[in-house]
């Protein structure tokens, strides 16, 4: 199975919100940092943007009761994808 990661957080996903040819975006909305797929994270440079809003605003889970307990920030945005980072 191949896992996609978040644009803007790096979180791991078993599909992708981007859809099977990577241009058609479902606009769900990231359990980590809120993302809407394919609104802020639509070029590499408006998921830099909201990466770094998200970050300086303390890198909150959007869904806080899914936060895994061991769960690493710097390890994370490790994963995000090249041409986002």
Known sequence: MRVWYCRVCGLDYDA?????????????????????????????DSARQYRAKWLAS?????????????????VQLQLVPPRYQ
Do not use: N, R
């Open 16 to 44: 992708s919100p981007w859809g099977p040819d990577g241009q058609s975006p479902d606009h769900s909305i990231c359990e980590c940092c809120g993302v809407e797929f394919g609104y802020e994270d639509y070029t590499p």
């Open 58 to 74: 303390g890198a909150a889970w959007f869904y806080p009761k899914i936060k895994p307990l061991d769960w690493q920030l710097e």
